[in-house]
């Protein structure tokens, strides 16, 4: 599997915008699907997107759909989420996630294989 370094948070303002980048090492980042999840404090983890090998299929929590845009650059062996409109509800600790599968497209989980570290996004009010 794939090791995952997630980069891009910060402290933003409500309505703002953040991009976050998930950096992958590995032959194999190509052919597997990647998610997005966050944790809020107290919260559980739950997720926000997902995209598939080619990055044609994406999918996005109620929560986020319209604001947020996942997209990978295989090439680069790096995904991205970009944030927009940000609302403090949104503040959290962010995860890219690599299915179990890479038939898989992670949506939940107990479909992840691999975390990354996490990087915090605080959106203030």
């Known amino acids: 599997q794939v090791q995952v370094v997630e980069s891009g948070g910060g402290l933003v303002q409500a309505g703002g915008s953040l991009r976050l980048s998930c950096a992958a090492s590995g032959r194999t980042f190509s052919i597997y699907p990647m998610g997005w999840f966050r944790q809020a404090p107290g919260k559980e983890r739950e997720f926000v997107a997902s995209i598939s090998t080619s990055g044609e299929r994406t999918y996005y929590a109620d929560s986020v759909k319209g604001r947020f845009t996942i997209s990978r650059d295989n090439a680069k062996n790096t995904v991205y989420l970009q944030m927009n409109s940000l609302k403090p509800e949104d503040t959290a600790v962010y995860y890219c996630?690599?299915?179990?599968?890479?038939?898989?497209?992670?949506?939940?989980?107990?479909?992840?294989?691999?975390w990354g570290q996490g990087t915090q996004v605080t959106v203030s009010s």
């Open positions: 996630a690599q299915p179990r599968s890479r038939v898989m497209i992670p949506r939940q989980t107990n479909d992840v294989g691999s």
